[in-house]
């Protein structure tokens, strides 16, 4: 099977020009005077009709892959964009303690727990800001908390990826 069929239309030198012939049982049938054969047409049989079936259907597979590769393609850039969530974490515990664990939703579910958690932490007033830990992943949310002294922290988190 090449790339494609050229179809080509049957010309002749008189087109649509027929002589009647009357048949025994009184009806009349209608036989074609061509003339001289300018263009032989490509013959519309099952041969040709089945080829240009399987055409269409592989063309419809085709098309089918390349929608799935451009949803994947998608799914990559959406995963690279990210996704930013700004929240504060408060602690009123006295140093060492620490209460600040704080759960985040995540505002698009993910496909999976493949995400990262990049975050930007300022401590509001005294203390340090400390460590920051982010656990108890979920397709819809984190945990996160920080170490450090500070009784306020804002954070900036930008997740990536998790998507199937």
């Not at 040709?48 to 590769?69: M, W």
């Amino acid at each position: 099977m090449g790339l494609f069929k050229i179809w080509k239309d049957h010309v002749t030198q008189f087109s649509n020009r027929y002589k009647e012939v009357n048949n025994a049982d009184g009806t009349i049938t209608h036989e074609a005077v061509e003339g001289e054969v300018i263009q032989e047409g490509t013959p519309q049989n099952a041969e040709n009709f089945n080829d240009l079936e399987q055409r269409v259907f592989a063309s419809g597979e085709v098309a089918g892959l390349a929608l799935l590769k451009v949803k994947m393609a998608e799914s990559r850039i959406k995963g690279l964009q990210g996704e930013i969530i700004e929240t504060t974490l408060t602690n009123t515990k006295e140093y060492p303690f620490n209460n600040s664990k704080k759960t985040v939703a995540l505002k698009t579910p993910r496909g999976n727990l493949d995400y990262t958690v990049n975050v930007e932490a300022d401590a509001d007033g005294a203390g340090g800001v400390g460590d920051i830990k982010i656990t108890d992943k979920q397709l819809n949310g984190f945990k996160i908390e920080y170490t450090g002294a500070a009784k306020s922290v804002s954070v900036k988190c930008t997740v990536q990826g998790g998507y199937a």
